[in-house]
Nanobody, 120 residues
Framework: QLQLVESGGGLVQPGGSLRLSCAAS????????IGWFRQAPGKEREGVSC????????NYADSVKGRFTISRDNAKNTVYLQMNSLKPEDTAVYYC?????????????WGQGTQVTVSS
């Protein structure tokens, strides 16, 4: 079974940190670009960060630049999102996405999400 599983969410106070993990099973992430997205209640899903298959290129939404860091460990088949200086507006369900364009089709997988709540 091909799946992505996010973990590491929880309740944290403003200014705190969390590290999210996105682990793949049933396939290898080596050739996939990985994105982290989030969706707050009543809002559309938005992109937070992404990393290329090699890890050599990363991008961040303006709202998280300087606070979040995306990384990947292909040996562990896992991608991480280190989140520091968390703010209440970071509260959302966080999803990871693995994407690869093959010769004849796209490969696009989503995890089930992990809740991040930033509150005092």
């Amino acid at each position: 079974q091909l799946q992505l599983v996010e973990s590491g969410g929880g309740l944290v106070q403003p200014g705190g940190s969390l590290r999210l993990s996105c682990a793949a099973s049933g396939f290898t992430l080596d050739y996939y670009a990985i994105g982290w997205f989030r969706q707050a209640p009543g809002k559309e899903r938005e992109g937070v960060s992404c990393i290329s298959s090699s890890g050599g290129s990363t991008n961040y939404a303006d709202s998280v630049k300087g606070r979040f860091t995306i990384s990947r460990d292909n040996a562990k088949n896992t991608v991480y999102l280190q989140m520091n200086s968390l703010k209440p507006e970071d509260t959302a369900v966080y999803y990871c996405n693995a994407y690869r364009l093959g010769p004849s089709r796209e490969f696009d997988y989503w995890g089930q999400g992990t809740q991040v709540t930033v509150s005092s």
